[in-house]
């Protein structure tokens, strides 16, 4: 992506680590950044290889845009992307839980729509960043998703050109706005059965 400040449309990834927190309070302290740095590692690794850019990791969070190409093709791109983190963090978090008695997971959450890209931050240590209301969006979607699953808003549905049943999605209870505007369809790649942390 350019680094002068620009507004484009662009795909937004959360990916949010699930019961890190526990992990957190229960292990040595150098033994949770090496398990966070694994896990931001390979989700990047994820991200950089599907045409995305990684914005911001904080706290237990990643961020990440997707922006080559037409609305199909970059949706399509954080879509594969999102399936990507959600299928191969599986054996990870599996190992996790043999090696520490604790089990992790991914949420993912995906919106489109315009944002604002540039370099912000205090002077001397700017950092690549977005603005705007698709990033709000896309963090509140994460935070619907439960352990393993991926939620997507409907821009993506209709950036995608594709129907609810072809990905085995289903339709969740809107996503809740305020300020008077309408709310959001979103749609959530669900697993049968709830993992027992969310």
Same mark, same amino acid.
């Given at each position: 992506?350019?680094?002068?400040?620009?507004?484009?449309?662009?795909?937004?990834?959360?990916?949010?680590?699930?019961?890190?927190?526990?992990?957190?309070?229960?292990?040595?302290?150098?033994?949770?950044?090496?398990?966070?740095?694994?896990?931001?590692?390979?989700?990047?690794?994820?991200?950089?290889?599907?045409?995305?850019?990684?914005?911001?990791?904080?706290?237990?969070?990643?961020?990440?845009?997707?922006?080559?190409?037409?609305?199909?093709?970059?949706?399509?791109?954080?879509?594969?992307?999102?399936?990507?983190?959600?299928?191969?963090?599986?054996?990870?978090?599996?190992?996790?839980?043999?090696?520490?008695?604790? /089990?992790?997971?991914?949420?993912?959450? #995906?919106?489109?729509?315009? *944002?604002?890209?540039?370099?912000?931050?205090? =002077? %001397? &240590? @700017?950092?690549?960043?977005?603005?705007?209301?698709?990033?709000?969006?896309?963090?509140?979607?994460?935070?619907?998703?439960? /352990?393993?699953?991926?939620?997507?808003? #409907?821009?993506?549905?209709? *950036?995608?050109?594709?129907?609810?049943?072809? =990905? %085995? &999605? @289903?339709?969740?209870?809107?996503?809740?706005?305020?300020?008077?505007?309408?709310?959001?369809?979103?749609?959530?790649?669900?697993?049968?059965?709830?993992?027992?942390?969310?």
């Amino acid at each position: 992506m350019a680094v002068k400040p620009e507004r484009r449309p662009a795909a937004l990834l959360y990916a949010e680590l699930r019961n890190f927190t526990r992990l957190s309070e229960v292990l040595q302290p150098d033994k949770v950044l090496e398990l966070a740095n694994e896990f931001f590692t390979f989700a990047a690794k994820n991200v950089i290889g599907g045409s995305g850019n990684v914005l911001s990791v904080q706290n237990d969070s990643l961020l990440a845009a997707f922006v080559e190409g037409d609305a199909q093709r970059f949706n399509d791109d954080a879509l594969r992307t999102a399936q990507a983190i959600q299928r191969d963090f599986g054996p990870i978090g599996e190992r996790w839980r043999n090696e520490y008695g604790l /089990a992790a997971a991914v949420a993912l959450g #995906l919106h489109s729509g315009e *944002a604002v890209f540039g370099m912000a931050g205090q =002077l %001397g &240590a @700017q950092q690549f960043v977005a603005f705007g209301d698709c990033v709000s969006v896309a963090e509140r979607i994460v935070h619907r998703a439960r /352990a393993g699953e991926i939620v997507i808003s #409907l821009d993506v549905m209709k *950036a995608l050109g594709v129907k609810v049943q072809s =990905l %085995g &999605a @289903q339709e969740l209870p809107p996503l809740e706005l305020g300020n008077r505007r309408p709310a959001l369809p979103i749609y959530g790649m669900v697993l049968e059965t709830r993992l027992d942390f969310t």
